[in-house]
């Protein structure tokens, strides 16, 4: 395992971004990327309205950031578009994942992950759109995947909702380029997120081998960096994409897969 340093917050303010009088809607903003961002993005300015599934964890962060908690299930469509969804960014960062191989994925499964991966950031980002036109101004970032430019074996709806999520990014970037407002991805490898520590207990005792073992031999065998992402890491990129220096970047992605998609 590799001895870099783990990022601290305090590491990752050097992005010029003054978000003061913003509004930053933030999902799966509970844990892992989602908190990192919420937090990342109140030390800048914003008013963060935190959504999550989880009401102790979102409020938790509301009260860190002083900004707001949002308790809502993003399966539950109706109750996205039922949202007062104005605000000035918008980060995408919720999901959830299953492995099997396809002939065996749950079909249930399937439309859940793609419920809320990506048929949910289209109803926010739809409902955040015209308030972002008529200001001249707007910033939507969704958090990507590696997965949604590479796919690997067993996560057909979570690389088909990634690769979704990337095509609806850049539409959302032509027709929002006259506006003011720019759409991009973040592309992340393995973060250390409760996500990608539940996958890793599970193909531990799924294959008899070690926590360390599925992190080196399997999670990061195909980076060429050999260290997990941390969410700091991430929201410091989404930091970058609102921040003035990054005012042409739209359309596109930026990986953070330590090499991954370099082979």
Same mark, same amino acid.
């Given at each position: 395992?590799?001895?870099?340093? *783990?990022?601290?917050?305090? =590491?990752?303010?050097?992005?010029?971004?003054?978000?003061?009088? %913003?509004?930053?809607? $933030?999902?799966? &903003?509970?844990?892992? *990327?989602? @908190?990192?961002? &919420?937090?990342?993005?109140?030390? &800048?300015? !914003?008013?963060?309205?935190?959504?999550?599934?989880?009401?102790?964890?979102?409020?938790?962060?509301?009260?860190?950031?002083?900004?707001?908690?949002? $308790?809502?299930?993003?399966?539950?469509?109706?109750?996205?578009?039922?949202?007062?969804?104005?605000?000035?960014?918008?980060? #995408?960062?919720?999901? *959830?994942?299953?492995?099997?191989?396809?002939?065996? /994925?749950?079909?249930?499964?399937?439309?859940?992950?793609?419920?809320?991966?990506?048929?949910?950031?289209?109803? *926010?980002? @739809?409902?955040?759109?015209?308030?972002?036109?008529?200001?001249?101004?707007? %910033?939507?970032? #969704?958090?990507?995947?590696?997965?949604?430019?590479?796919?690997? +074996? /067993?996560?057909?709806?979570?690389?088909?909702?990634?690769?979704?999520?990337?095509?609806?990014?850049?539409?959302?970037?032509?027709?929002?380029?006259?506006?003011?407002?720019?759409?991009?991805?973040? #592309?992340?490898?393995?973060?250390?997120?409760?996500?990608?520590?539940?996958?890793?207990?599970?193909? !531990?005792?799924?294959?008899?081998?070690? +926590?360390? +073992?599925?992190?080196? =031999?399997?999670?990061?065998?195909?980076?060429?960096?050999?260290?997990?992402? +941390?969410?700091?890491?991430?929201?410091?990129?989404?930091? /970058?994409?609102?921040?003035?220096?990054?005012?042409?970047?739209?359309?596109?992605?930026?990986?953070?897969?330590?090499?991954?998609?370099?082979?």
């Amino acid at each position: 395992m590799s001895t870099t340093p *783990i990022p601290t917050p305090a =590491d990752h303010d050097h992005v010029r971004l003054d978000l003061a009088g %913003r509004t930053a809607l $933030v999902t799966g &903003a509970g844990s892992g *990327i989602g @908190r990192a961002t &919420a937090l990342r993005l109140a030390r &800048a300015g !914003a008013h963060v309205r935190a959504l999550d599934i989880s009401a102790d964890a979102v409020e938790e962060v509301a009260r860190t950031t002083g900004g707001t908690a949002e $308790v809502v299930d993003l399966s539950d469509l109706d109750a996205v578009s039922a949202l007062d969804l104005r605000a000035d960014v918008v980060v #995408n960062c919720a999901g *959830i994942q299953h492995v099997a191989p396809v002939h065996e /994925f749950p079909v249930d499964r399937f439309s859940l992950i793609l419920r809320i991966m990506l048929e949910a950031p289209f109803r *926010i980002i @739809r409902g955040a759109l015209p308030h972002m036109y008529a200001q001249g101004w707007g %910033r939507v970032v #969704n958090v990507s995947s590696v997965h949604g430019l590479r796919a690997s +074996e /067993f996560k057909a709806a979570y690389v088909a909702a990634k690769h979704g999520l990337e095509g609806l990014s850049k539409v959302v970037a032509l027709e929002g380029a006259g506006h003011g407002v720019t759409s991009t991805c973040v #592309n992340p490898g393995y973060v250390r997120t409760p996500l990608v520590d539940q996958q890793i207990a599970d193909q !531990a005792r799924e294959h008899g081998i070690s +926590e360390s +073992e599925v992190v080196d =031999d399997v999670l990061l065998a195909s980076a060429a960096l050999k260290r997990m992402v +941390e969410p700091e890491e991430i929201a410091d990129a989404v930091a /970058f994409l609102c921040s003035p220096t990054a005012a042409t970047m739209t359309g596109t992605s930026l990986v953070l897969d330590g090499g991954w998609s370099a082979h």
